[in-house]
């Protein structure tokens, strides 16, 4: 049963991440060069799916990261009740 709604928001999820890149397969280009506008050194042209589904995962990793943080002070607390 677990399975199946796991399956359940999952499969849609998917779908809707595949749709995305699909239509946001266009070419952008991504500057980390914040001097130069015209003729940057670091510059990378990737499709747009790319950097927003990267954006993303930096997202979650950084909240993911933040949380267990912050919530290190139970874990101590659990490992000293046992």
């Known amino acids: 049963m677990k399975a199946f709604f796991k399956a359940l928001v999952l499969v849609p999820v998917a779908l809707v991440i595949v749709l995305f890149s699909v239509a946001?397969?266009?070419v952008v280009r991504v500057s980390l060069d914040p001097?130069?506008?015209d003729l940057p050194v670091l510059s990378?042209?990737?499709p747009l799916f790319v950097?927003?589904?990267a954006a993303i995962a930096v997202?979650?990793?950084v909240g993911g990261l933040?949380?267990?943080i912050a919530q290190g002070k139970h874990r101590?607390?659990?490992r000293r009740s046992r």
């Open 59 to 61: 997202g979650v990793l």
């Open 35 to 37: 001097f130069s506008r």
């Open 24 to 26: 946001n397969r266009g």
């Open 51 to 53: 950097v927003v589904l």
């Open 66 to 68: 933040a949380s267990w």
């Open 76 to 78: 101590k607390a659990a």
């Open 44 to 46: 990378y042209e990737v």
